[in-house]
Nanobody, 121 residues
């Protein structure tokens, strides 16, 4: 099996910064795309940013210029640096990974348990 463990959420004032981390572990052969999604109360889960194994990046328009996604392939970890946070960024943030497990050839999708980010004064 594969586990994704997120960390780094919390309460921050508007204009502040947080850095989220998500580490994947388990029977991993290769991780392809990794990404961050978020879900605010009463809303659908939405893509925040994703990054391929080769480093190609995609951001939601709402976070461009404020958030930066990166990854460390050697550590099977993806990061999300969030700057200039706004109250509308408040949500549970989930990481996602597209994984080929050891002993398999198919691609499987895994989610972390989520970490709460609250932006409030």
């Amino acid at each position: 099996q594969v586990q994704l463990v997120e960390s780094g959420g919390g309460l921050v004032q508007p204009g502040g910064s947080l850095r989220l981390s998500c580490a994947a572990s388990g029977s991993i052969l290769t991780i392809y795309a990794m990404g961050w999604y978020r879900q605010a109360p009463g809303k659908e889960r939405e893509l925040v940013a994703d990054i391929t194994r080769g480093g190609s990046i995609n951001y939601a328009d709402s976070v461009k210029g404020r958030f930066t996604i990166s990854r460390d392939n050697a550590k099977n970890t993806v990061y999300l640096q969030m700057n200039s946070l706004k109250p509308e960024d408040t949500a549970v943030y989930y990481c996602n990974a597209h994984v080929v497990r050891q002993g398999t050839v198919g691609l499987s999708f895994y989610w972390g348990q989520g970490t709460q980010v609250t932006v409030s004064s």
